[in-house]
């Protein structure tokens, strides 16, 4: 049973540390997607790779935020120096990328972080 | 991006009882998915709707999408507790989905 796995389920440190999180696709998938997920804003597309190329990082503030994709197996979102108000529960999702219509995301269980 | 409205926000029945919860734009509509995510987990995709008019079923679960593709529909007949979660519809563009804040439905035994 394929699935989208993403380390630390939960993750909680101090404001101003730096926050590594860690997503790993399903096996073949191209795209990889970060997504954010809050009470007030709910769930927002922060930035999507296809064949480990970024293609849009429009959501993610660029100051604090970094997105890559070391190799087709891994995925991982920095935020440094971490702010309270990036306190969310933060997904990754793959899929296969769709030469026309809507593409199925497959997301992962989420890293709740909590930044004090 | 265009800005979806999701109805209600939330929503508690009893096993047995039937419900609808609603997803709107202000425009046209690609094409939407429906998505379901229980507490902890990410969501995961339901249906996805692309024809005006279009009806789709899942076992109890009916999918409309409005003829002018700007509104569309879940209908769930018979709720059980199983059903319980936050309900979302994403408009897709692409590979970009853009989600509306979801309907959290609590199905009581």
């Known amino acids: 049973d394929a699935r989208v796995t993403q380390t630390p389920r939960h993750k909680v440190t101090e404001m101003g540390q730096e926050v590594t999180m860690r997503c790993q696709p399903i096996?073949?998938?191209?795209?990889v997607f970060w997504y954010r997920q809050t009470m007030m804003q709910g769930l927002e597309l922060l930035a999507y790779?296809?064949?480990?190329?970024?293609?849009?990082d429009s959501g993610m503030p660029k100051d604090r935020f970094s997105a890559e994709m070391p190799d087709a197996t891994l995925a991982t979102l920095k935020i440094q120096p971490s702010e309270p108000r990036d306190s969310a529960v933060y997904f990754c999702?793959?899929?296969?990328?769709?030469?026309?219509?809507?593409?199925?995301?497959?997301f992962g269980p989420g890293t709740r972080l909590l930044v004090l | 991006t265009q800005l979806l409205e999701q109805s209600p926000q939330f929503l508690s029945i009893q096993e047995g009882e039937n419900l609808t919860v609603y997803c709107n734009s202000s425009?046209?509509?690609?094409?939407l998915q429906w998505y379901r995510q229980e507490p902890g987990e990410g969501p995961v995709l339901l249906v996805t709707v692309v024809t005006g008019g279009e009806v789709k079923k899942l076992k109890r679960l009916t999918f409309q999408f409005g003829d002018a593709r700007k509104d569309s529909s879940l209908h769930i007949t018979a709720a059980q507790p199983g059903d319980t979660g936050l309900y979302l519809c994403?408009?897709?563009?692409?590979?970009?989905?853009?989600f509306g804040e979801g309907t959290q439905l609590t199905v009581n035994p």
């Open positions: 790779f296809r064949n480990r190329a970024p293609l849009d």
């Open positions: 994403a408009e897709t563009s692409g590979s970009r989905l853009t």
């Open positions: 096996l073949g998938h191209n795209t």
């Open positions: 425009s046209v509509f690609s094409s």
């Open positions: 999702a793959s899929g296969l990328g769709a030469s026309s219509g809507a593409e199925t995301q497959y």
